[in-house]
């Protein structure tokens, strides 16, 4: 069981939602009155390092085959 926590899969999924969850901040923080640029930034790097990690899972997770 507590192999099947740590899996790529799960992990995959786990990265995903957190994606998500930014996605949803950045917009809320994009809206608000006065915008928190240094947030903003923040938030967006951030979703930036998870679409790498994501993006490299996915890889290793489903690589391509030679041609």
Do not use: G
């Not at 790529?8 to 939602?17: A, D, G, S, T, Y």
């Amino acid at each position: 069981m507590q192999e099947n926590l740590h899996s790529p899969h799960r992990q995959l999924i786990e990265l995903r939602m957190e994606h998500a969850d930014l996605d949803n901040l950045i917009d809320l923080a994009a809206e608000q009155a006065p915008v928190d640029e240094l947030t903003l930034r923040r938030l967006k790097k951030r979703r930036l390092l998870l679409r790498d990690r994501i993006a490299r899972l996915e890889r290793l997770l489903d690589p391509k085959e030679p041609a």
